[in-house]
């Protein structure tokens, strides 16, 4: 009996720690992919095929050629002051070079 507790116990955990993993997976993965794409959001607001060809050309483009680790962290300073209103006015303060990659 209590040999069969420790394997549920055992079993419970793993299939937590398996939850949170994969919980802390989610999004598009790097900073500066997520400014890509919400550059795309921003551009082509009201053109479902635009923005659609604008998100496979960052998705194959990041494939072929991940961001580093200083890019990523570059970009990450840009995270909370890139909104679209910044990207449509061309803010390189709020953006960095982000629109120079589209």
Do not use: W
């Not at 993965?29 to 960052?58: F, M, V, W």
């Amino acid at each position: 009996m209590k040999r069969r507790f420790l394997v549920i116990s055992i079993l419970i955990l793993i299939i937590s720690l398996l939850i949170l993993y994969i919980s802390s997976c989610g999004g598009t993965g790097s900073a500066c992919e997520d400014l890509l794409h919400r550059a795309c959001d921003c551009l082509y607001p009201d053109n479902p095929t635009q923005r659609e060809e604008c998100h496979t050309k960052i998705d194959e483009e990041v494939a072929s050629s991940p961001f580093t680790a200083e890019e990523d962290s570059k970009c990450q300073t840009y995270i909370d002051t890139c909104d679209c209103t910044a990207m449509k006015n061309g803010d390189k303060n709020a953006c960095g070079d982000v629109l120079d990659s589209l």
